[in-house]
């Protein structure tokens, strides 16, 4: 991939840096960020399976407390992204 691309996800960038993910532009005024907390090995291959999911304000002003619009965790990413993804979408729709 070009070094200025990144995966989109429902028109959304979705970036990862070891064991968190960053989902949405930071631009906007929240995003979603998802955090594996452990992972299982399964067929060779390392799989998160608990994941915090968590709706964060990018109003710099807030302290780190009040930036957190809400938050829960889930078993897999899927579950995860699926959750948050129609969180994000609410808190940036209001």
Known sequence: M????CV???NKPLVR???VICYG?????AVL???AFMTR???GHELSDKI?????STDASLSPTERLLKQTDRATLSEALEIG???LERELSK
């Open 2 to 5: 070009p070094e200025n691309t």
């Open 8 to 10: 989109m996800y429902k």
């Open 17 to 19: 840096n070891n064991n």
């Open 25 to 29: 532009y930071p631009t906007d005024k």
């Open 33 to 35: 960020i998802l955090t």
């Open 41 to 43: 090995d399964f067929e």
């Open 52 to 56: 915090l999911v968590q709706v964060m």
């Open 85 to 87: 993804s129609k969180w």
